[in-house]
């Protein structure tokens, strides 16, 4: 089956020789308030390549724009409103969307010639010398007047429930099918659940809009010349629902990585920081009127605008009322001081931070505090969740922040900002109380968001207006102006949801399918005896009880907790560079208050008594967790901080916020490790032929799209290793240089063993530590033989960034060749097992595996010493 999306054998055609796209008519250049970009052309000819065709009333009368968010595909729309109504006589448009906030800003944009975002000639639109008007309505006349487009704006909502339950001379089914429509579907991933939910049980929400796709596939079916046109950012392509539903339909995609490299977006970068709420509004105010004071130094009028972004009403409001209070009582020596500590912590001169703090270092302090007093009140700020924002007045507010008479300066939102909101002077979105632990879903809205935040701000410059980022190859304090900063946490498994949902923001689709990579136990290998009768030997497993729970080892849970007081990291979207605060450290052990410890558990609900009973049987109070030296009463945190800081200087919320993360840390161990099957030191050995055999490994090819060529996984050709045991090896590049190591040695291992064969584990063979609950699955085998013994050799490539988290699989596979107690069932005269340190790329960390490999295989010394009875090797 041919998965080629529409828009892919249009842009085929186009490159034939054979074939010319279509020009774009005169009256669309010259009816446009804005001139179209180079992508905006490339949409508009394939739309018209398709409505030039013969079969278009059956194969091309439903398609869809998937446009990435800010690249204009209302202006598109109105584009496709004027063709349709001068080529092909349409009158009736029906606009619809989820949202009554869209239903305002598009009736501005659509009908509002004094508005400085409508789409039109604000002259009014000429076709033909004759000039056509535009006119709202909410049922279309039995008999339309020449030259006028009648257009209905309303939500998909109302739009159901008017049909579904008619009014008198309102609209009806009946009365529809005496017209020719064409349908505006705006946000449209919203039409899109019964497609989407396939079998699944639907929420009530998912319910109604099951019922509304409904209704718009009832209405298009009306007349054989109606047409549905969807626009959208938002389209999971991976769903094969979707993709069979839409594979016919797209008409033209542009996604918001071609639309960040091509330039007409503002960069965006993570600045990631655990900061408190407080310090994260200060900071982010900070920024913004850096932002204004350079523009201003530039004779660049910009009125940069923040977003506080929260997840629940209640907190958003909490926080305008914190910030305000904040400014209200700001005073000189308080910024005096920020300042002051903002230039100790952030050093690397490359930090937004640093070059901020050392700017503000050279202003007159007082003259700042009075101009953020100005900016920043009650009278600039607006909060999107309250009940008034709905208002006639908050919505021109919201649709004109660029203006130089709209005062507002800062917004404080939940989600009703997340779709349909044009603005272009965004610059901060900072995160409100947020929480370590973020769903997909949640990351997923939040990249939606940033794509709104990186539309571009247009700016005047050397007489130039641009709508593309200049400055990215330099410099220039200006790019400040080009550039979108989102404030968050940073937490690494929140990170990598928020980088994956933004790389799926990118548009991944189903053209690039999913590579199927298979390895094949090699036919000789299937014949020879060591695969038939050979074994693979793994630790028993014996069950643990709440009596083997005593103190927080036995969670896996250390004591001794070390930290780093961190800045601040900046993260280019895009790139896998960061900046670093790049400040000189030193540690020190922190000192707390039994009172914050107390807190910290206060605000932690798996702390709760009831609960921590679940887990920790041995306790009998909160009192003796917090005093008992098994669990908190031998707490001890070392924390890493900048030079000229000391933990004095600590305030109590961040002393706080560090004692949370240990809790955290503590929670995360305590949750995995109780209860869990304890590793044995006796090993006992399986059927080969049974654990080893063929796989299959389904990779998404859009994934591989990564810089660090480490770990991209791919195919490589082992048919001629007669060692390795598969035909191919499918591994990352770490672990193809390590295959490398071990062909490079295989003529000494041949020369010294009877038989030497790689066997790649894939997600068969687990271990667990020993008197551990932690579990591991080798990646791979080395089995060796000689005329006394069988040997099991485990091998772990290991990269940089899981080294540390992973210290304790080296330990435990280096004990192996140590410890007394080791056992290998019934076979102990027969077998031995070997741990190598871990494989590594780095230069001293691959010659320590050099090292250890050579000793432990080809030393003599030590093989006699491995040969000796298991129960006498630590004697």
Do not use: C
């Not at 404030?487 to 548009?507: F, R, V």
């Not at 009998?620 to 030079?643: A, T, W």
């Not at 161990?669 to 006992?684: C, D, H, L, Q, S």
């Not at 772990?796 to 060749?817: A, M, T, V, Y």
Request: aromatic share 10%; charged share 25%; net charge neutral.
């Amino acid at each position: 089956m041919n998965n080629e999306i529409l828009h892919a054998r249009i842009e085929k055609r186009f490159n034939d020789i054979f074939e010319t796209p279509p020009e774009i008519p005169n009256y669309l250049y010259s009816n446009l308030s804005h001139k179209l970009r180079r992508y905006q052309i490339l949409a508009l000819q394939q739309f018209i390549y398709t409505q030039r065709s013969n079969s278009a009333d059956l194969v091309f009368n439903h398609l869809l724009f998937h446009m990435a968010t800010g690249s204009g595909k209302t202006l598109v729309l109105a584009a496709t409103i004027l063709y349709l109504f001068k080529e092909k006589g349409h009158q009736n448009f029906i606009f619809f969307v989820n949202s009554d906030a869209i239903i305002k800003k598009t009736f501005d944009n659509l009908t509002n010639t004094s508005s400085p975002k409508y789409l039109f000639d604000p002259n009014g639109i000429i076709i033909d010398g004759s000039p056509v008007a535009i006119q709202v309505v909410d049922v279309f006349p039995v008999v339309p007047a020449d030259n006028t487009i009648y257009l209905k704006l309303t939500t998909i909502q109302k739009l159901h429930m008017d049909l579904s339950d008619p009014r008198e001379n309102g609209l009806t089914y009946d009365s529809l099918k005496e017209f020719e429509l064409i349908l505006l579907a705006d946000e449209a991933h919203h039409i899109n659940v019964s497609t989407r939910s396939d079998k699944k049980k639907l929420t009530t929400e998912e319910a109604e809009e099951k019922n509304w796709e409904n209704t718009v596939s009832k209405i298009l079916k009306l007349n054989h010349s109606n047409r549905l046109i969807e626009y959208t950012a938002t389209i999971d392509l991976t769903t094969d629902v979707l993709f069979k539903k839409y594979q016919d339909k797209i008409v033209y995609q542009y996604d918001l990585k071609r639309f960040m490299e091509d330039g007409y977006s503002k960069n965006v970068v993570l600045l990631r920081a655990n900061e408190n709420d407080e310090q994260k509004m200060i900071h982010a105010m900070l920024l913004s009127q850096y932002r204004k004071y350079v523009a201003r130094e530039h004779d660049i009028f910009l009125k940069p605008i923040i977003l506080f972004k929260s997840n629940k009403i209640a907190t958003s409001l909490g926080a305008n009322n914190t910030f305000l209070n904040l400014v209200e009582g700001l005073s000189i020596d308080q910024l005096q001081n920020i300042i002051e500590k903002g230039l100790i912590l952030y050093q690397n001169e490359q930090s937004i931070w640093r070059k901020m703090f050392s700017y503000y270092h050279e202003k007159d302090i007082a003259q700042v505090v009075r101009d953020l007093k100005w900016d920043f009140t009650s009278e600039t700020i607006l909060n999107a969740n309250e009940s008034s924002f709905l208002s006639e007045s908050n919505a021109l507010l919201m649709n004109t922040l660029e203006d130089t008479n709209n005062p507002i300066r800062a917004i404080f939102a939940v989600a009703k900002l997340n779709e349909g909101w044009d603005v272009l002077n965004l610059f901060d979105i900072v995160r409100i109380s947020e929480e370590s632990v973020s769903t997909k879903k949640s990351t997923d809205s939040e990249a939606q968001l940033i794509g709104r935040g990186a539309r571009y701000y247009p700016f005047v410059k050397d007489n130039k207006k641009s709508y593309v980022r200049r400055f990215d190859a330099t410099n220039n304090v200006l790019k400040v102006i080009e550039t979108l900063h989102y404030h968050t946490i940073n937490d690494n498994a929140y990170i990598k949801n928020l980088e994956e949902s933004l790389a799926a923001a990118n548009i991944q689709v189903k053209e690039d399918k999913f590579d199927r990579l298979e390895a094949k136990v090699k036919p000789k290998i299937r014949k020879l005896e060591f695969f038939k009768n050979g074994k693979i030997y793994i630790n028993k497993l014996v069950p643990t009880s709440s009596n083997d729970y005593q103190s927080f080892r036995d969670y896996n849970v250390s004591p001794n907790y070390d930290i780093q007081f961190e800045t601040s990291i900046e993260q280019r979207y895009g790139s896998q560079h960061s900046t670093a605060s790049g400040t000189k450290q030193h540690e020190e052990q922190l000192s707390f208050q039994k009172s914050l410890l107390q807190k910290a558990i206060q605000r932690n609900k798996f702390y709760r008594f009831n609960n921590l009973r679940e887990y920790m049987p041995s306790i009998s109070s909160i009192q003796e967790f917090i005093e008992s030296e098994k669990f908190l009463g031998n707490l001890k945190i070392n924390i890493s901080l900048p030079q000229g800081i000391s933990s004095k200087d600590l305030s109590s919320k961040e002393i706080l916020l560090v004692i949370e993360k240990f809790l955290a840390y503590a929670e995360k161990n305590i949750r995995a490790n109780y209860m869990k099957e304890r590793g044995t030191p006796v090993f006992e050995g399986f059927a080969l032929s049974e654990l080893i055999n063929d796989y299959v490994i389904e990779m998404n090819h859009v994934n591989q799209r990564i810089t660090n060529v480490t770990q991209v996984v791919r195919t490589r050709n082992m048919r001629d290793h007669d060692w390795y045991i598969y035909d191919q090896a499918i591994v990352n590049g770490l672990e193809s240089d390590m295959i490398d190591f071990i062909n490079d040695y295989m003529e000494r291992l041949r020369s010294k063993y009877q038989e030497v064969y790689l066997i790649r584990n894939e997600r068969k063979i687990k271990i667990v530590e020993i008197n551990g609950v932690r579990g591991f699955m080798p990646d791979f085998l080395l089995y060796l033989k000689d005329a006394d013994f069988t040997y099991q050799v485990f091998l772990e490539p290991k990269g940089e960034n899981l080294r540390e988290q992973d210290q304790w699989k080296e330990d435990f596979l280096l004990s192996l060749s140590t410890r007394s107690d080791i056992e290998v069932l019934n076979e102990n005269d027969k077998v031995r097992l070997i741990g190598i340190k871990f494989y590594s790329n780095d230069r001293d960390f691959k010659q320590a595996f050099r090292e250890d490999f050579k000793g432990k295989l080809f030393n003599e010394e030590e093989i006699k010493q491995m040969k000796l009875p298991l129960s006498g090797q630590g004697e």
